[in-house]
């Protein structure tokens, strides 16, 4: 299995930027199709973005299209997601998995990176 490890997160106002990385370790991290997902306090963890293992194929949740960009370094073994024009509602922890299809929302890895706490404030 593929340990992952999500950082970047931060405090920004309303209409700013940040930029998340998920580094892989092991060598199968170019293998996987991998997510972005989130959760709030009291909420399920919720799907926000995936890419293809080609780094070309991308999926996102509706919420965020437009916002956010999904993408990929496997030479890197990172995965990254520009968030720009930050939401109040976009307040999360972030975490990265992989899925079995760029369609789909169910990660595949049971065990959790710590993820990334993002705080946008209005």
């Known amino acids: 299995q593929v340990q992952l490890v999500e950082s970047g997160g931060g405090l920004v106002q309303a209409g700013g930027s940040l930029r998340l990385s998920c580094a892989a370790s092991g060598r199968t991290f170019a293998s996987y199709i991998m997510g972005w997902f989130r959760r709030t306090p009291g909420k399920e963890r919720e799907f926000v973005a995936a890419?293809?293992?080609?780094?070309?194929?991308?999926n996102y949740v509706d919420s965020v299209k437009g916002r956010f960009t999904i993408s990929r370094d496997n030479a890197k073994n990172t995965m990254y997601l520009q968030m720009n024009s930050l939401k109040p509602e976009d307040t999360a922890v972030y975490y990265c998995?992989?899925?079995?299809?760029?369609?789909?929302?169910?990660?595949?890895?049971?065990?959790w990176g710590p993820g990334t706490q993002v705080t946008v404030s209005s």
């Open positions: 998995n992989a899925v079995h299809y760029i369609s789909s929302s169910d990660p595949i890895f049971a065990s």
């Open positions: 890419i293809h293992r080609n780094g070309v194929s991308t």
